[in-house]
């Protein structure tokens, strides 16, 4: 088994002690989990390798962190964070962000910003939000599925939302085809979420990650000339609502603290912070 500095490699000898730490906080952890339940532990079929801290594999885990498109630090005290953080340094930055649990994400920017930083932006406070139950806002009838035959009219959307959040565009480098395959297979699960008004996307919404418990709601827009019209509430809660009672999940976001109208939003829908994420781009 390999180690470095208290961390090590997991393989599927610790399935069931990666699975009891997605279970101790299954909202925390669902974008790993997502991927761990379809592919499993090993890093070839994963798409990114698990490191642990434990006695030896097969034991209880105290500390887990996945590596791959992103950085993402689940579980772990400030001992195990920073053996993950040792281990990141031992080879090329291949993650485009570091989020997760802002506990874990804060005291490995710590340890990586020497050698990694300065980072594009660093959000440091972005509530953690779930809810389970019917919405307080009447969800919107008109918002559904995107068929596959409507991405050349959904992207743009998607683009837009992707430059306001994210600050880049998701075009550059390789001319869009890498973000056009990833929105063009989430339309293609049935997790990509629209209203269209004259063939125009005036609200947009993703299932970004969907573990077995939890389904995590991303990319919320409106279209600026229909904000403060009630457009991101209702059409929030019609994929809650898909989430909730059409695929027997629990809902959940996280969202930037400062973004008050978007908190306020998911407050009145019925969402309740039950964690805190951070989040530090590359």
Not at 122 to 144: C, I, K, Y
Not at 237 to 257: E, F
Not at 261 to 272: E, L, M, S
């Amino acid at each position: 088994m390999l180690r470095l500095a208290g961390a090590r490699l997991l393989d599927e000898r610790d399935s069931q002690a990666v699975r009891a730490v997605f279970t101790a906080d299954k909202v925390a952890s669902c974008m790993v989990a997502s991927r761990v339940e379809v592919a499993g532990v090993d890093p070839w079929r994963l798409g990114g390798e698990l490191w642990g801290c434990g006695i030896r594999a097969g034991s209880r885990l105290d500390a887990l962190c996945f590596a791959g498109p992103n950085l993402v630090p689940l579980a772990g005290r400030p001992s195990a964070i920073r053996a993950f953080a040792d281990r990141a340094v031992r080879r090329r930055r291949m993650c485009s962000s570091l989020v997760g649990p802002a506990e874990q994400v804060m005291g490995m920017w710590a340890e990586l910003a020497p050698e990694w930083g300065p980072a594009r932006d660093v959000r440091d406070d972005q509530p953690l939000m779930a809810m389970s139950g019917p919405t307080n806002v009447r969800p919107d009838p008109q918002v559904r599925a995107v068929r596959p035959e409507e991405l050349e009219r959904y992207l743009p959307a998607a683009i837009a939302m992707f430059i306001e959040e994210v600050g880049v565009d998701p075009r550059a480098g390789d001319g869009g085809a890498g973000y056009r395959a990833r929105v063009a297979e989430l339309i293609a699960a049935g997790r990509a979420f629209a209203r269209f008004e004259g063939g125009e996307v005036v609200f947009k919404a993703e299932i970004g990650a969907m573990s077995k418990a939890v389904g995590q709601i991303q990319g919320v827009w409106v279209h600026p000339d229909k904000r403060g019209h009630g457009y991101g509430a209702a059409g929030t809660a019609a994929v809650v609502r898909r989430l909730v009672d059409g695929l027997g999940r629990t809902a959940s976001l996280y969202v930037n603290a400062y973004n008050t109208p978007a908190k306020a939003v998911y407050d009145r829908i019925g969402f309740t912070q039950v964690g805190q994420y951070a989040t530090v781009l590359f």
